[in-house]
């Protein structure tokens, strides 16, 4: 891979792990705000499941753990670029609108719209939520000092 081809793919990670920590309506109130590009389904929407493996320690021998629901589907624009959506749980349309997403940020044209129209305000969202919680575990932390006396 060619250094423009791993920033691309960096990219698509960062945009899939913003879009899946998101809430389904916001994403969906943020792509109604632009104009969508004509798009058919590869796959449509589906549930199913994924085995969940686990690890003991750092060194541990790896063990099924259990199942997981996950949704998937795939989108391609009418320009040919092709997007994947999969997200845990059983919601289907927010499986179909990161697929979209990552159609659209894959494309020259909608790439920067999507950016600062859907992405960048999720982020921001994202990133408020996790300092209101970290401001809100801050106030119950408890200090402990451990007192020395003198005598020696």
């Known amino acids: 891979m060619t250094a423009t081809e791993n920033d691309k793919q960096a990219q698509r990670k960062a945009v899939m792990a913003v879009l899946t920590h998101s809430d389904p309506s916001e994403i969906s109130r943020r792509l109604a705000a632009i104009m969508l590009p004509a798009h058919e389904n590869l796959r449509e929407p589906e ?7 686990g ?8 063990f099924n753990l259990g199942e997981a629901t996950v949704s998937r589907a ?3 624009l009418s ?3 092709v997007g994947f959506g999969y997200t845990l749980g059983r919601d289907r349309d927010k499986a179909r609108m990161i697929a979209l997403c990552d159609a659209m940020v894959q494309s020259d044209e909608f790439a920067g719209l999507v950016e600062t ?15 209101r919680k970290a401001a809100e575990a801050a106030a119950t932390r408890v200090d402990f000092y451990t007192l020395v006396r003198g005598e020696g």
């Open 79 to 81: 320009t040919g670029e």
């Open 74 to 76: 795939a989108v391609r």
């Open 117 to 131: 129209k859907v992405i960048a305000p999720l982020r921001a969202a994202i990133s408020a939520k996790r300092n």
């Open 55 to 62: 690890r003991i320690g750092g060194d541990g021998a790896a």
């Open 47 to 53: 549930n199913g499941l994924v085995m969940v493996r």
